[in-house]
Structure formats: C-alpha cells, structure tokens
DNA sequence: AATGAATGAGGATTCATTCAT
DNA sequence: GATGAATGAATCCTCATTCAT
C-alpha cells in the first residue's frame, strides 16, 4: 500500500535493520532479504532506495558515525575545562548509543570491511581523523605539543577496549570510559 | 603425482596459502578454490585436509598464534629483567614476523570472524588471556597488584595499534612498540 | 499537474521514446522506466495508458510502419511512370525517416521479437505482404506474372540491406536505394 | 558422477543446447537454467566451462558459423567451375544444417545482439566479410571488377531470404538457393 | 491524469562441498 | 594421495506490474 512520502521513513528503517541484523551477524555476511524483512519492506525496496547492499552498509556505518559524532558534540558542550573536554570525547565513544552489543559488533566488522572497499574505508578515515583531532584539540591546553602524540594513543587504546568489548570482555562502558581517562590522566601527570 | 608423507607439506602450504589470501583480500571473503590455487593444489585437497573452509580458516588462525607465541617465547629467553621481559612481549607483537602488512589484516579478519565463529572465539580468547597474563607476570615485580590492571591496559593499546595499522595508519613496528613502551613505562612511574 | 486532453501526447511521447531506446540499445532490453523516463513521464503512466510492455512494443511497431507508408504513399503520389512506382518505394524503404541508425536498429530488433510474440508477427507479416504486393502492383505493367517474383526479390533485398546497415555496413539510404533499383533494372531487362 | 576427460562433451552438448533453445524461443531470452537442463548439467557446470551467459552466446554464434563453414568449403572443393563455385556459396547458406528453422531463429538472434554486444559484432562481422569475399572471389572470373558489388548484393538478399524465412515466409532452401542463383545469373548476363 | 511506492518473481552468478576415478 | 567434474543452495539484483493517493 503505497503511501508518498516514505522515502525518508523507508530509508531510516533500512539503515538502521542493516546495523541490527551486521550487529546481531556480527559480520557483514548479512542478506539485503533479511535486512529488508527486518525493515519490514521488501528486498527490491533496499535496491531501489539504495542502489546494492555495499551502498546499504556504507549508508549504516555513516549513520553509526553521525550518532557517534552527535555524542561527542553534546558531550563537548557540556565540558568546562580542558580535561573535561578530553574526558567527554572518551565518554561519547563508550556511550550507550556507540558501546551498545550489537553497534560495537558493527563497528569491528566495518573496520574490516574497510580494508577491502574504498568508500568504507574513506568514510572510516574521516572518523579516525576526527576522533584524533578532536582528542588533540582537548589537549592541546594541557600537553602542549605533546597533545597530537597522547590523542595518538588514547585513540588507538579507545579501539583496542572496543575490539575486546566486541569479543566479549570487558564488563561495561563506564569502566572502559574510566580506564581510558585514567590512563590520560597518569600520562599527563608523568608530563 | 601422489607421493608419500605429503600430508605435513600440503597442510602448511595451504595455511600459508590461506593467510595470505586473506591478507591480500583483507577478508575472509576468499575462495577454497583461489587459496588451494596458491598453495599450488586442487580446491578437492583442501577439503580433503581440512574438511572445510572454516576448519582451514581456523588451522590459519592457530598458525598466526603460533608465530606469535614463538616470537614472544624468544624474546623472553632474551631479556634479564622484568621491564625487559615486558618490553620483549611488546616488541614480538609487532615484529616483523607479526607486523606484515597481510598478517596484521588477516588478524583483523580473524577478530570479526571470532564475533560469530565459535571455534575462532575460543582460539582467539586463548591468545587474548595468554597475552595479558603473559604482560602481569612480566609486570609484578614492578607494579604488584596492578600488574593485571596495567596488562590489561597494555594489551588493549597493542589491538589497538594493530587495527589503525591495518587501515593504513602507522608508520612501522618499531614506532608502535616504542609507543606501547613509552606509555609503559610512564604507567610504571606513575605508581 | 494532470491536464485534460494528454492522452495522444502522452501516448506519441511514449512511443517515440520507445523507439529511441530500443533503437540506441539495439535490442528489446529496454525498461519501461527509461522509456517512460525519455517520454517525461512516470513508469506507472506507461502501464496506464499501454496495459503493459509488449503492448508498447507493439504499438512502436505500428508507429514505425506507419511512418514507412506515409513515405510509400507520398512517394507513389508523385511517381509518373511504373518504374519511377517502384523505384519510389524502394526510396521509401531507404528514405531519412526510415533509414536512421536508431529507426534500423528498431525495426531490426522487432523482426526478432516477431518470432516469439503472436501480435508482432501478425503486425509484421501485414508489413511485409504489403510491400510485396505494392511492388508487385508497381511492377506488373513491366514485368507481367513475372512481377510478384520480381517483388519477392527485391523485398528480401531491401530486408538484407537493412540488416547490413544496423551492423554497421552500408554507407547511406541513396547508395542502398541505387543498389536494389539497379538490380530490379537489370533483372527487368533480363526478360 | 564425475568422470575424466567430461570437458569437451558438457561443452558441445551446452553450444548445441544453447542453439537449440534461442531458436526455439526465437530470442536470447533464454536462461542458462534451461540451456543446462537441456544439455542434462546443471546451471553451475555451465558458468565453469564458458564463465557466464554472454560466452555461452558467443560460442553458439561461433559453433553456427563452423557449420556453415564447412559447408561452403565441402561445396567449393565439389565445384568445378566458378559459377559453380559461386552457387555452391549459396546452396551451403541454405543447406538443411543451416537452413533449419532453429538455427535460422538462432542467426538471426545473433544479429540482433551483434548490435549490442561487441564480442558477437566482431565475431558476425568477421562472417559477413567472409562471406562477401568468398563469393566475391569466385564471381570475379565472370565479373571482373564488378564481383565485389555483385558479390556485396548477394550477399544482402541471402540475408534477406534469411529473415524472412525465420518469419516463416519461404518454402524451403531449394527454392532460396534457386532464387538467388537466379538473380546471380541474371546480373552476370546483364554486363 | 499522474505519480512513485512497493512488490515479488525470475535469473545470473558464485562457491563450498562431494565424489568417482 | 590427488584431481577436477559436478552439483545446488544461496544471494544479489532487475524490472514489469500494481495500486493507494
């Protein structure tokens, strides 16, 4: 039963069954079928919003950057000082909306998928590049010309509790939140 | 020609042979039939041996520990003191034998793979574990009960570096060790 | 914004533009969206006005012969003698509107659809009876009984030059209609 | 029930499936399922040998045209003199292995999707240019300069009776053949 | 009169796996 | 020990067609 004005609706709802059903797979070994059915639309409806299934997935994991990126904004607005804003840039990566099972499961695969597909790789790029300046830029009052080196390490240490959340390690995000921002904190300390 | 007391030879060459084409693929979206072509074999040998793609892969993944585990052994043969010890675990993880361009992107794949594979979960969680307690013991004598903190800390670091290097982000081993060291190091004194 | 009176618009839109797009894709692999998308209008439109695909095809068809018996009949209209009759439809066959790349192709491509699809074929076998038969008429004051012989030649003539043109072949109409009224001078003289 | 040596048999049952199945149709909408059916293979086997539909086409269209190759070289060795050499041409277009009705569907099939696809144009270019020249070759003895024309022009009006006969016009390859000869005669008698 | 949302059947293609030799 | 012939399930994608608005 067609209805105009659902282009909008459709697209959303297929983004966000494509991060569910990657999410749940915990790969990228998902059907346009299933995703379309859990988006309870048809499977010629995913091509014909969307072009293919990799233009489907690079489509969910800029949606799972923009509800990072969003975290971070409201995170950034809310901080006083320099180190709240460090802090907060952490926090937003291990938020409920990014540290949740399924959207982690579906970062890791996206990071893979990165390695072989050029538009996901770009897109993954960009995150990377931001999540490091924005780090950078928190620091910079506080480390100095050290702050680009430390935002280096603190990212990369963000993406390794992620991995090892994704396998099913650590307990939860606060405590993954709280070992990052303790490890900044004794790194700018030993300055 | 079939020749006796082949088994041991076509098993290594096609593992060999499996992690490079993932490596080279950045994905475990790779055909029996391309990896038993590289290993200079029919695809009908593969499963004769392995019984399956998935067994293969697992055979694949259980190879990149043992290099793994044979680096880090070596290294702690070779180092007097406890930081050394540590040091050494570091420096095998990024040492050339690891670091290779299409190992570090067959890890990767290894690791999303895990996310649904139970076999290469339980694999994958063995090296995890191995290398943590391998980073507490080396640390004890140094930083006592926080040992297991800090190796925590460590071992999430050293993914994480990983993962940024398979996107094509990092200069060298060398760098990512000095890195991880460094960072070590400045926990150490912290105490 | 629907307007009253469309429906001849729409319809010679639609069926122009389903020549065009037959015509430059050389074959009957053609949507109905690029055709409806040519024509300015939407797909569904297509369906209303038409009932389906093959109806479209079928109403190209009639279009395009239509257009070739415009061209006979005024060819005829100003043809004096027997031979200038016959000639006048052998120019008919190879004048500009019926022998553009995009019309040959259309035309050649409809031959084929006539083997599989009942109401091509019929529509066809109209076309060709009547070129035989206006030959044959324009012939038999020169050629007596030998004259639907003599039709029957010089149609398959035209169809072959046809042929031979949307693969590429022949340089233009004037040198195509030289060719065949030259045959049917010397195969007139041969009586 | 794999056996050795299977390659040559599933490649000729498949090219003779392929012709028979477009001209049954009379078009290239045929699916490779079928095709395989016919040939007793499945869909798979079919991509393994030829790689996918288009070089199953190919193929056919190669297959037709070896047929009518070596008939037009068991005619010409059988002529004696070259108006025999030039009507044996003809008579082996016409012949009851090229002149079926499947097989005339399935040419003509061909040179419909010679417009479109760029391995069948060149392939049916190289026939058609061959098919001039032979009967070029054998017409100049009795036509001197004008062979090639002559030659061009009875190359157009086989095409000709071709298509027709696929529409189901003509009576049989005798009377085609007789047809042409006839006009070839007649033209050669006119200089 | 016209749209475009939506479907779903159909088809090409890929590939792990099996098995006779 | 080794091959490669063969299968068939699985999946992506296309597109004619329908229908509410």
Redesign the pocket.
């Known amino acids: 039963?067609?209805?105009?004005?659902?282009?909008p609706?459709?697209r959303e709802a297929l983004v966000k069954a494509t991060i569910a059903e990657v999410g749940r797979k915990g790969s990228l070994?998902?059907?346009?079928?299933h995703i379309?059915a859990r988006a309870?639309?048809?499977?010629?409806?995913a091509?014909?919003y969307f072009?293919?299934?990799?233009d489907l997935i690079v489509a969910a994991m800029r949606h799972i950057m923009q509800i990072y990126g969003t975290a971070v904004r409201d995170e950034l607005r809310a901080a006083a000082s320099p180190r709240a804003r460090a802090a907060g840039i952490v926090r937003a990566s291990f938020g409920p909306a990014n540290f949740a099972p399924e959207v982690v499961a579906a970062w890791l695969s996206f990071y893979v998928h990165a390695q072989s597909a050029t538009g996901a790789r770009r897109l993954l790029g960009i995150y990377q590049r931001r999540l490091v300046s924005n780090l950078a830029d928190a620091l910079r009052p506080l480390a100095g010309e050290r702050a680009r080196d430390l935002a280096e390490t603190l990212a990369a240490l963000i993406d390794g509790l992620y991995i090892r959340h994704a396998l099913g390690d650590l307990p939860d995000g606060a405590a993954a939140s709280a070992r990052v921002i303790g490890v900044m904190d004794r790194l700018l300390e030993a300055a």
């Not at 070994?29 to 079928?33: E, Q």
């Open positions: 039963m067609p209805r105009v004005g659902m282009e609706i459709r070994d998902v059907t346009v079928a379309a309870g639309v048809s499977s010629g409806l091509h014909h072009g293919g299934k990799e």
